[in-house]
């Protein structure tokens, strides 16, 4: 999951936040886990989500660890100071959890292999230097399956953030759900190349309402997208975390990534010296991605019921999103009757599906 420069997140916090228990309580010798985040966790959205995961990494290991959290740390050089600064303290597990961290994290673990560095949504890697990410995609196909049911004018809206193979997994997957039950449905798209402006959020969501769609879902961090479908009196879906309370009326769920399940099995590992410089891209089997939340009362029955089933699927790793037959926009098939993309296509994914609305950008 490709994240994220927040151009108004410059200030550096020298340390931010300790382990729930008082210092006199924690192990004098307990390993120290360090989360770097790119904003203030907030009350919703990506780093919302990862603080929420530490948290549950915090309440599984108690005194066993000490957890340091660093906010506002921007995607830049800089961001290699408070590397550096971490593991000079002694910290044995580092956590990067933005994309733009990768290469000045991943210099700072060449420099200290006895510490753990963990980076979200990369690519790269070193023996001391993994990565992880969650695959948001099986959460947006559950979400298209709702919106097909919703939708009165079989016009959905997706507020993308920037043109990478992750944003335009979550597309398709969403398109693909909502075509599944409903196979009139078409969805449009605007682009809006940045992960975090509530304005162009919230414009983006007024010009969609304003084409027809009456679902909207976003790849974008703001909380902008489900508060305007609250005020224009249409659906929407949260993205990264519960949302529910900036639109109670007009949500029908959020697709949540839950963080925890991976954080406490990486601290484990990396506790009993069994860690792996694997990379791990975990989904609705192990628990790391989900449509939460649902709002029942806003959905039909058998919407309620065709989510469930759907995420059944999905949980028992008998079938997943991108399996064929799947066409493309001009009707060509991409993915042949029982074939399934490999993660290796998924992550190059430069293609939409048939019921997407427009030209993918260049």
């Known amino acids: 999951m490709l994240k994220k420069t927040i151009l108004t997140a410059f200030a550096v916090a020298a340390t931010c936040g300790t382990a729930a228990l008082a210092p006199s309580a924690q192990a ?5 886990v360090a989360f770097v985040y790119l904003a203030n966790p907030g009350d919703a959205g990506w780093t ?5 995961g ?6 599984k290991f108690g005194n066993r660890i000490k957890i340091t959290r660093v906010e506002n740390v921007p995607e830049s050089a800089d961001s290699e100071r408070v590397f550096r600064d971490l593991a000079n303290k002694g910290n044995k597990i580092i956590i990067a959890t933005s994309f733009g961290y990768q290469d000045f994290a991943l210099k700072v673990a060449k420099d200290f292999p006895d510490t753990v560095f963990l980076h979200a949504t990369g690519y790269k890697k070193a023996p001391n230097f993994g990565t992880y990410d969650v695959r948001m995609y099986q959460g947006a196909y559950l979400a298209g399956v709702a919106a097909g049911y919703a939708t009165k004018t079989n ?8 043109p990478i193979p992750e944003v335009v ?5 969403y398109t693909l759900g909502a075509r599944s039950v409903n196979p009139k449905v078409h969805t449009k798209v605007i682009w809006i190349n940045s ?3 509530p304005g162009k959020e919230k414009q983006a969501a007024e010009t969609l309402i304003g084409q027809g769609a009456d679902v909207l879902i976003q790849n974008t961090d703001s909380t902008a997208t489900l508060a305007t479908a609250e005020a224009k009196k ?3 879906f949260g993205w990264d975390s519960n949302m529910q309370k900036f639109g109670p009326h007009a949500h029908l769920g959020s697709v949540e990534a839950n963080w925890g399940v991976y954080y406490t099995a990486a601290i484990q590992q990396v506790l009993d010296g069994k860690w792996k410089n694997e990379p791990v891209w975990w989904g609705i089997p192990q628990k790391a991605v989900d449509l939460g939340d649902v709002n029942a009362s806003a959905l039909p029955a058998e ?23 799947i066409k493309d926009q001009t009707g060509a098939v991409k993915v042949p009757d029982g074939k399934v993309l490999t993660d290796p296509e998924l992550q190059r994914l430069n293609w939409y599906v048939e019921g997407v609305d427009g030209a993918l950008p260049k």
Not at 155 to 162: E, I, N
């Open 28 to 32: 004098a010798d307990a390993p120290g």
């Open 48 to 52: 919302f989500a990862h603080d929420q």
């Open 54 to 59: 530490s948290r549950a990494a915090e309440a």
């Open 155 to 162: 016009t959905l809206g997706f507020v993308a953030s920037v």
């Open 169 to 173: 997994r979550n597309i398709n997957a």
């Open 195 to 197: 992960w975090f402006d």
């Open 234 to 236: 249409v659906h929407a």
């Open 303 to 325: 919407a309620v019921k065709a989510v469930a089933a759907k995420r059944e699927s999905i949980a028992s790793g008998k079938w997943d999103v991108f399996t064929g037959p």
